[in-house]
């Protein structure tokens, strides 16, 4: 009995919202049965582009790749400003192309390390919370940075230098107000604890050279050049004779978590008094709606459910985008971060918060000012 307790505690904690969105779904069934029509309700584009990406991403991030390019990158830093400006801003380049929540879990640990290394660990909870930030700004970018620009990016069928005219301008702003506040981190001169070329990590250049050919792929699908069911077929079947393991690397519980919300949308849908309601409630604010939204369920569920209600995909993916900041929760990727950080020595948890939300609502407040100037 206790162990089950155990594993519904770490269940709770690690998969919140899929525990919401399993009992929201399940809520709607009693209004509308179960029935074939569910069926129509689910992407199944969507979840196999998610499913590609993330087993290709997990397989790069066993590479050693990343560490490598950022162990290069390091080699031309000589002071504290100088190397936190580089962990930060390989969180907001790379998340453009291996997804906020790959950036973090592959340079939290390396930002943690390299600090302790230089004796600048003083600055970790600033460091962290920038990369934290610098990874859902900089995801913004693309169609496969982040869940929820792949989903509206392929629920509108939005034409790319479309999408990259929306997300262009608010990539750009964010890159400078994210180098302006480096400027607060004062200038020293680092001193390595241990030799810069120590070999962090082993880099397996032939699995580079495979998952960067499956990557291809996942791209060409995105950009609608490849069926996406060839793709996966493709993914699954390489993965599964060359290297089985990476399957076991997939997020699932968040593949759960969308299909959990197509199902519950979908029955919202059929149901006319509530949907008239939200219809209502979003047209002409869809970019405010989605944003107060996804600050209590995070800004992948917000996209799904209010994607519905509008055909003003350029407010919608402003507005959940701008949405992953503020609170822990608006975004899922926040939360690696801060698990990591709880994990270090003398950890200061309260601390962490209150300097993770001063930062985020002052950049919400900042880009939010910018997009309503600008369009």
Request: proline share 3%; net charge positive; aromatic share 14%.
């Amino acid at each position: 009995m206790k162990l089950l307790q155990t594993k519904f505690k770490k269940f709770l904690k690690s998969d919140t919202v899929l525990l919401i969105a399993g009992i929201i779904a399940i809520f709607s069934m009693f209004f509308v049965p179960p029935s074939k029509e569910y069926f129509s309700y689910i992407d199944f584009r969507v979840l196999c582009l998610l499913f590609c990406l993330m087993a290709v991403i997990a397989g790069f991030n066993k590479t050693g790749v990343f560490l490598l390019l950022s162990k290069k990158l390091l080699h031309k830093v000589s002071t504290t400003r100088s190397l936190c400006y580089v962990l930060i801003m390989l969180c907001f380049f790379t998340s453009m192309w291996i997804t906020n929540d790959v950036a973090l879990i592959t340079f939290v640990p390396f930002t943690i390390l390299l600090l302790a290394m230089t004796g600048q660990s003083k600055h970790l909870i600033y460091v962290i919370v920038l990369q934290t930030i610098a990874a859902n700004l900089g995801s913004i970018l693309t169609p496969i940075g982040n869940p929820q620009n792949l989903y509206l990016y392929s629920y509108y069928k939005v034409p790319i230098i479309e999408f990259f005219r929306i997300t262009l301008p608010i990539t750009l702003i964010s890159f400078v107000l994210l180098s302006s506040t480096v400027l607060l981190i004062k200038k020293e001169t680092l001193i390595f604890t241990q030799p810069r070329n120590e070999k962090i990590n082993t880099v397996h250049w032939f699995n580079i050279g495979f998952y960067s050919i499956l990557f291809l792929f996942c791209l060409c699908s995105v950009l609608h050049l490849i069926d996406y069911r060839t793709t996966l077929i493709i993914v699954i079947l390489c993965t599964l004779v060359f290297d089985r393991n990476t399957l076991k690397s997939v997020d699932y519980s968040l593949l759960l978590t969308f299909l959990c919300f197509f199902i519950f949308v979908g029955n919202i849908g059929n149901i006319t008094m509530i949907q008239d309601y939200l219809a209502n409630l979003i047209k002409a604010r869809e970019l405010l709606v989605s944003i107060i939204l996804s600050q209590g369920i995070s800004n992948v569920p917000a996209a799904v459910l209010l994607s519905t209600f509008t055909k003003d995909y350029k407010a919608l993916i402003l507005g959940t985008n701008l949405g992953g900041l503020g609170t822990l929760v608006a975004s899922l990727a926040s939360l690696i971060s801060y698990k990591f950080y709880c994990k270090t020595k003398d950890a200061k948890p309260l601390k962490y918060l209150c300097i993770f939300t001063l930062y985020n609502f002052i950049l919400l407040a900042l880009l939010c000012v910018f997009v309503l100037i600008t369009t």
